[in-house]
């Protein structure tokens, strides 16, 4: 592909890849099977050669896709699944086994907890650590340690990990290094920069950023030495050792156990990522704006934002994320207003669970999707009773800045 900036690179990769009849979009392309006038060369595809067989691996609309994906993140390759928990499944359950030993930080989202749990029943060692301290992550490896998982803005207290001491420290002891870059994207962040293994982005969130498709993608960044690695099986041992990760993660996660994105998904978010940089330039301007106004606003007894000065991690914000701190804010009320009332008087921000869509978004965050965690697994998290999340959106500055202001008044009366 040519050497072009971010967004123009996105707008025309469908187009330079040959598209049927002039199109500038990759089409939709429903078919599950797909045939080959000479059965050796269907034969050469079932081992190994490039090309399409069932469409629970791929369609020429998700390859369409794992290119884009690819060149945001500047990996050698991407794999799309049906959501971002199928792509964090997927990798999990695929290069790890019994009796490994996985590090993850502790501020994590829920569903990623809950599927930690999964991995403990199945024998995986897990270790949940403060990853914004390189010391504590040092610490927990094991001689059976593998993997080490981190998010970049952890997800809803907005903690920044020491990504690059943690990369440093994962070269230096040969382990997998994954880092879901969901809340920064591609645009804000490249966690290649820092020695990841493997980036995860749900592309249901930023990159898609209209809430009406789900998906997830995995980047094999192409700095880690799979022939080093004790899990790849030997039947995926063939070709470039570069491939071999990505390869056995694509023959569990997608062949074996059908975690596949549909073509009509595919596209939707592939149309979606041409605005990824305007959307979220935007969005970093409103969320700043909007954090300050909850910092000195009487009725708020704390806010978390990577762009605020009092963040424990906002230096580490400004050298890391370029052109905006994210979307994320969360913040606790003063004594005496409800969270619950405060959240049923704005008008513009909408009351749902999603994070990265072109609207703004916010719930009480340990009543719904933290509430099983329990108590004691909340407050090693951060999260407080009372805390509200906030998913910034696109909206008009002045108009968001008006709502919260209306809410703040009306529960005050």
Not at 247 to 272: F, P, Y
Request: proline fraction near 4%; charged fraction near 20%.
């Amino acid at each position: 592909m040519a050497k072009h900036g971010f967004t123009t690179n996105i707008l025309h990769g469908d187009r330079r890849l040959s598209v049927e009849h002039g199109a500038v979009h990759k089409p939709i392309h429903t078919s599950s099977q797909y045939a080959y006038p000479d059965s050796r060369e269907l034969a050469a595809v079932f081992q190994g050669k490039p090309g399409y067989t069932y469409a629970r691996q791929g369609t020429p609309t998700t390859d369409a896709l794992e290119k884009k994906i690819t060149v945001m993140e500047d990996g050698v390759a991407s794999l799309t699944f049906a959501t971002g928990m199928g792509a964090l499944a997927a990798l999990f359950t695929t290069l790890l086994k019994a009796g490994d030993h996985l590090i993850s930080s502790q501020f994590i989202f829920g569903n990623t907890n809950s599927l930690f749990g999964t991995l403990e029943l199945l024998g995986i060692e897990l270790t949940l650590v403060d990853p914004t301290d390189i010391t504590a992550v040092a610490a927990a490896v094991r001689p059976n340690t593998r993997m080490v998982f981190t998010e970049t803005i952890a997800n809803p207290g907005t903690q920044i990990a020491d990504l690059e001491a943690i990369g440093a420290l994962c070269a230096e002891r040969g382990l997998v290094y994954v880092v879901d870059n969901t809340l920064t994207s591609p645009w804000l962040f490249r966690p290649k920069t820092v020695g990841a293994t493997f980036v995860m982005n749900s592309l249901s969130k930023h990159i898609g950023g209209h809430a009406h498709a789900l998906g997830g993608s995995l980047t094999d960044t192409g700095l880690f030495d799979w022939t080093k690695y004790p899990n790849i099986l030997d039947v995926y041992k063939k070709g470039a050792a570069s491939g071999w990760g990505l390869t056995q993660i694509k023959k569990k996660g997608l062949r074996d156990m059908g975690a596949t994105l549909s073509a009509d998904a595919a596209h939707r978010i592939a149309v979606g990522a041409e605005t990824l940089s305007l959307r979220l330039s935007k969005i970093c301007t409103n969320a700043q704006a909007l954090a300050l106004f909850l910092s000195k606003h009487p009725g708020v007894s704390r806010v978390a934002y990577p762009g605020l000065a009092s963040h424990p991690q906002h230096a580490r914000a400004q050298k890391l994320f370029k052109g905006g701190f994210g979307n994320l804010i969360a913040f606790e009320l003063a004594e005496g207003i409800d969270s619950f009332d405060f959240l049923n008087h704005l008008e513009v921000v909408i009351l749902a669970t999603h994070v990265g869509d072109t609207r703004s978004l916010a719930l009480p965050a340990a009543q719904t999707i933290y509430y099983e965690m329990g108590p004691a697994l909340r407050a090693q998290m951060g999260i407080g009773e009372g805390l509200i999340r906030l998913s910034v959106g696109i909206e008009d500055e002045a108009d968001l800045l008006a709502d919260f202001a209306q809410a703040f008044d009306k529960c005050q009366k």
